[in-house]
């Protein structure tokens, strides 16, 4: 593998020749390598990572891999900086999320996990006849949207919060401006009037990153009727709340959090670090965010519905 790596001249025969039989399984939605060099999937057909048996890669060659992925990525992994994350372009309707971890943190060895993001093009009616939502509840979305209510889409990762984002986004009409942000464009709908902004990593010196909380505060300058945040992770929480709170209804946002009841706690966390009181963090909560929407995936049939639309509360 080490030679491949060196002499190929494409770029997947270079990094991912080693590995691209296996990201192109079909449904394949998370490859992780090691740690031991043993490889592990999970498909949207089986949940559940489970070990690809007869493969396994020594601990050199799993390190180079990691390290030259981290180099396609733009970022920097070696053992003064022995973890790093990335996105990268698989082809031209699938990116990879990238994380990897040397020994120097990783006893056991390098590991590398891959995630496989698919842009989220099902309408609402898709997932109406693929047993994702019901009427009523298609028809009560529709409702929130049209009142401009301000919309949170919460769940577990993989659990189709990018998935329903998309599909209420493709029942806007277009005359309304819509501004996305986000760390790779999955949002992949047919609008006139998309603009979407995406999150970058640092350079290997650490320079040039552009963070959500960055690109939100460009894209409140830019007419939005509909501020997406395509997934909520860190300080823009601030940034956003501040929006809803400043004329910008009918945003949409999702956010990990186990439970519709779990997600004041969840705010909290993300924006108490800004120094924010935490007072005034749970008024912006309260007047600013209308809706919940918390979608849930069975892991034993890997089928996803929306569990809850419930008004926002805390």
């Not at 109406?128 to 019901?134: E, I, K, N």
């Not at 819509?178 to 998309?194: C, K, M, N, R």
């Not at 945003?251 to 800004?274: C, D, F, K, W, Y």
Request: proline fraction near 5%; aromatic fraction near 2%; charged fraction near 20%.
């Amino acid at each position: 593998m080490a030679n491949n790596l060196v002499s190929a001249n494409s770029w997947h025969d270079t990094v991912l020749g080693a590995i691209a039989p296996f990201l192109s399984r079909e449904g394949l939605t998370d490859l992780i390598i090691g740690p031991a060099g043993t490889i592990w999937a999970e498909t949207a057909t089986r949940p559940g990572l489970h070990r690809l048996s007869h493969h396994s890669f020594s601990e050199e060659d799993c390190r180079e891999l990691a390290v030259s992925l981290a180099q396609s990525a733009g970022t920097r992994l070696d053992d003064a900086h022995p973890w790093a994350d990335g996105y990268l372009q698989w082809d031209e309707h699938v990116a990879i999320r990238l994380h990897a971890v040397l020994p120097a943190i990783a006893p056991h060895g390098t590991t590398i996990s891959l995630r496989l993001l698919r842009p989220a093009q099902h309408s609402l009616n898709d997932l109406l006849q693929r047993g994702m939502v019901s009427s009523a509840q298609c028809a009560e979305l529709v409702q929130h949207l049209e009142n401009k209510h301000s919309i949170l889409i919460t769940g577990a990762t993989g659990s189709g919060k990018t998935t329903l984002l998309a599909a209420l986004l493709g029942t806007l009409p277009e005359k309304d401006r819509i501004v996305t942000i986000e760390d790779t464009p999955e949002l992949a709908i047919s609008h006139p009037q998309l603009v979407q902004l995406v999150t970058r990593s640092a350079n290997t010196e650490n320079r040039g990153a552009l963070g959500m909380d960055i690109l939100l505060r460009q894209a409140l300058r830019m007419r939005p009727d509909r501020l997406v945040v395509g997934e909520v992770r860190g300080i823009e929480i601030v940034d956003l709340l501040n929006a809803l709170n400043t004329g910008h209804q009918g945003a949409l946002a999702s956010l990990h959090a186990n439970s519709p009841s779990e997600v004041p706690s969840r705010i909290m966390g993300l924006a108490l670090p800004t120094g924010l009181p935490e007072a005034a963090i749970r008024q912006q909560m309260k007047s600013g965010i209308k809706v919940v929407v918390h979608v849930h995936r069975d892991n034993v049939t890997g089928m996803r519905k929306v569990a809850a639309i419930e008004e926002f509360s805390c």
